[in-house]
């Protein structure tokens, strides 16, 4: 069996090999020795779940298994998505939150994520404690006990947070504005979690909305429930033929975003996010600083540079982000990989709230992204971004991994490196405003190489060069 780790976001395995029922009880065990130990157990802790197969069952089971241990528990009375969950930590005041979901993982995987009493993503040194705890409790031979003798100490209540969480968005995002701007807006939930937020929200603004995909689906109609360019073809397509002014797309459990723009453009997150802070530096008129990982775009720093305003540049991860929102004041935060959430929200990425605030871009400006991107490249400059993701035999990882230690080469496609980060994995910085970031994944067996540079042609000499220097 494979050691149980909570890695980028969370444990994930795959069902039946690893995400078993034994070792979902061994790690709620685990969850609750944190809580007790930490004084939590009388706040309770929220669980939620995906639209994935039987997460419903290993909800309840995770359930019963923390209310044996005298924690009261608040189940979701359905599948939820991530940031909905979040929230209700909030709403309940309560200790914390499981989240079962693998997000975006292909079909045969589940996953569970834990979610502290400040409502985002676990860091590290908490994980570590579960992990710590999942070991003792593998070391006392506790590890597969089906517990269905032992008599619940605490009750388990059910809740449904939607309708406070609409509430809650309605008072970050201008849906007055939607709705008068009569958009026609295309969603797709992707048969996830997210099925019925976006949808709801936005018809009750007044937006016209056609929605695809708003049904579960667990094998996720075959393909990955990850809002990229490649998976929203159909979506795309819809926006196009239809004449909506925005196509809005959610992953498995609605903590990521995708969007497509009225002319079909898919409008990639490192786009995005340069967009809303413009939007929420000029239109809304904050003033504040910008959290964003080391693998995503540097536009953000030539706004917030403009402005004297400071970045945060975090290693990959929302929880990271996250503390930003909590801890330093930043009016935005964000990754590469599709997650953001802004002051006045919840320390978690949130799909929907994206989407929305797109919808009030395209709604208050008058204008698609499309132009908005072109508006900003007139202030800022142009940079485009690309990522590579690079699959590698355990012995070739490990390879990378030793020649990664000590990487660092004078220059690469001829650009000399004029400075370097090792914030996560090895990021170079290039003269003439490239960079260059090569990690290891969190969440997935492959090398991620990231790149940003002022053309498209630029990218690729750079990605090259930067395989070759590694032999990947
Ligand atoms: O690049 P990885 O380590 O695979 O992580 C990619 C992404 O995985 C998850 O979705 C996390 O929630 C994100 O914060 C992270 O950016």
Known sequence: MKRISFGTDGWRGILAEDFTFDNVRLVARAVARYINAHNLAAKGI???????????????????????????????????????????????????????????????????????????????????????????????????????TVSSKASVITIDPHSDYA????????????????????????????????????????????????????????????????????????????GARLGLALDGDADRFGIIDANGEFITPNQFLPLLYYHLLTFRGLEGPVARTVATTHLLDRMADRKGLKVFETPVGFKYIGQCILEQGVIVGGEESGGLSIQGHVPEKDGILAGLLAAEMVAVHGKSLTDLLEDIAGEYGHLYSERLDVHTSPADKERVLGVLQSFMPEEVAGRKVTGSSSVDGVKLLLEGGAWLLIRASGTEPLFRIYVEAESHEEIKEIQAATRSLLGI
């Open 167 to 242: 509430e809650h968005l309605a008072s970050l995002v201008d849906l007055n504005a939607i709705g008068k701007a009569g958009l026609k807006i295309a969603v797709d939930p992707m048969c996830g979690a997210g099925v019925g937020y976006l949808e709801d929200l936005l018809t009750r603004a007044g937006a016209e909305v056609v929605a695809i995909h708003c049904h579960r689906d667990p094998l996720f109609g075959g393909s990955l429930p990850e809002p990229t360019a490649k998976s929203l073809q159909e979506l795309r397509r819809i926006v196009v033929e239809g």
């Open 46 to 148: 929220v669980v939620g779940y995906d639209n994935r197969f039987m997460s419903e069952r290993f909800a309840s089971e995770i359930a019963r298994v923390l209310a044996e241990q005298g924690i009261t528990v608040y189940l979701t009375a359905r599948s939820t998505p991530t940031p909905v969950v979040a929230l209700a930590v909030w709403l309940q005041q309560a200790g914390g939150a499981v989240m079962l979901t693998a997000s975006h993982n292909p079909p045969e995987y589940n996953g569970f994520k834990f979610i502290p009493e400040y409502a985002g993503p676990a860091l590290p040194h908490i994980t570590a404690e579960i992990e710590d705890n999942i070991r003792q409790l593998q070391g006392t031979g506790t590890t597969g006990e089906d517990g269905r």
